[in-house]
């Protein structure tokens, strides 16, 4: 089911204001691809056009195409909530719905969009999500609890579970691990790897340790400076990226020169 | 200041960590009891009021305390004590009314009230006997109505406020015409609700359904305001996460947004029916009085608390005192229905925002 993105000269809008230029990229299926960059590089902007979030903010638009597996995203005619049903998103802070059980969170997808499931198979795909977000064992005997009460990785492997419940091509994930602890983030790292044996996943990190654990392509933003928009400045294997980058920049960002 | 912090040597923490002398923590309780026992003894002897007596106290404290803590402390501690003590006493100035009326009501209307006061009406009641069962449930139906009227709309505008309308021009204006309508005088919205019925149905027109016209007109500002807070401190967060599940706008504003704000807006929605559940003067011109239990609210006058309180006031009939003593009666009743409901908007605000609606 997982999907690969081609991403063509993306510029991006926030009313008046270009945020990100000219991004060009192809992403993977199967595969986890880091975006690191300094703070307002436009790495997260970028993220959330791949899904049509962006556009929650008023005002905010695209130029350029984003194709997944050939079918543009920013076709007109194309639902915006339709792709976000096949490109599931993680966000920074675990934001579990505080109204609803750990069992009701994980089928919020189904259960909001009032798709009627019966209780068997309802009851199978929460033990499915909660397995692949490995959380399963730790939560299977108090399903009916306020997601709210879990701890903060906890959370964020609940609101994994509630993006892959759903089956979606993509999981986008904005820097999943930076309110979590290290031994969190080992356990989210350890499901990302996990996770791209079915799925095409993109990660935000402002951890450059963690795009080199965990991704195969790293793609690095930047901007020439304040108010200025971000643009890709290169995208490779990560190895290469963090041993023998193509740009000077990207080589003194991944040393630890700037940013 | 480095000195202080990096450089210092023992003598100048030593220093910084000295004591200085303190009253003990009992003082102010020790010469407000002085203050009160002093007050009274003189108050007793010279024949003073009450007033008088409470007056001369809180003096005796507003003085005493500061002057005590300059003589054992220092100028700061003793401007703290004496600023404390004005702080205490313009409490007590202003709890003192409530306390005594509460005690007023308490004290005339407690005696009114027993199973023929709260079950009779007052028709065909002639002198003595009688009670305010047309009131109670006048007051009941109108206000139940006016808040049937007022919380979809009020709840709704709030959405829009908050979900739909951002900066908006409509929504900027608004949220203008509904701080506007915050301020309309009660006897403006019943002459309006009189003025909207009259044109539809007749002039001299008394309905109770036009009561609860009225009152909601004062109810609707008041559910805007709270609902656009309570909605506006959902976390952006949750809706964001409802969105990236494909969930659509209307079905995330009803099913994540509005469940997590539930508790805030029902407290909003029971301050409100507080609010408006004593008005009177929208009542006294459109849903008019009468001695008879109506409970058909689109048909004839309809009785409510405040305004059975007003005219068993003013127009006591051939026993003054026992109306006046219903008057009270009914305040009371009135009072506790209020207390209620704010106890009943506590609750519900302490309420945990889950509620699973399905669990396993």
Known sequence: MAKSIEVTDLDIYYGDFLAVEGVSMRIAARSVTALIGPSGCGKSTFLRSLNRMHEVVPGARVRGTVAVDGQSLYDAGVDPVEVRRQIGMVFQRPNPFPTMSIYDNV???????????????????????LRGANLWEEVKD????PGKDLSGGQQQRLCIARAIAVQPQVLLMDEPCSALDPISTAAIEALIDDLKRDYTIVIVTHNMQQAARVSQETAFFSLAGAGRPGRLVEMNPTNKVFSSPDHAETEAYVSGRFG | MTDVLFGATQPHFARLVVRKARLPQWAPTLVAAVAVVAASLIGLALGWSLIAIAACAAVVQVVTLPVWSALVENRRAAVDRLATSLVWVALALAV????????QVIALGAREIDGEFLTWSMRNVVGDGGGIYHAAVGTVLITVAATAISVPLGLLSA??????????RVASGLRFLVDVMTGIPSIVAGLFAYAVFAMLLGPGIHLGI?????????????????????????PIELR???????VRKWRTVWHVVLPTARAGILTGVTLAVARVVGETAPLLIIAGATDSVNTNLFAGQMESLPVFIYYSYTQPGLNPEHAQGHAWGAALVLITIVVLLNLVARFLGRLPALMPRRRR
């Open chain 2, 210 to 234: 036009g009561g609860a016209v009225a009152l909601s007109l004062l109810m609707v500002p008041i559910v805007v305001r709270s609902a656009e807070e309570m909605l506006k401190l959902v």
């Open chain 2, 96 to 103: 003192v009314p409530l306390v005594s009326l509460l005690q």
């Open chain 1, 107 to 129: 089928l919020a997808g189904s259960r909001l969009n009032n798709r009627r499931i019966a209780r068997a198979e309802a009851d199978d795909v929460v033990e499915r999500a």
């Open chain 2, 159 to 168: 959405i829009y406020l908050v979900e739909y309308g951002g900066t908006s």
């Open chain 1, 142 to 145: 108090r399903l009916g609890k």
């Open chain 2, 240 to 246: 964001e996460a409802s969105y990236a599940l494909g």
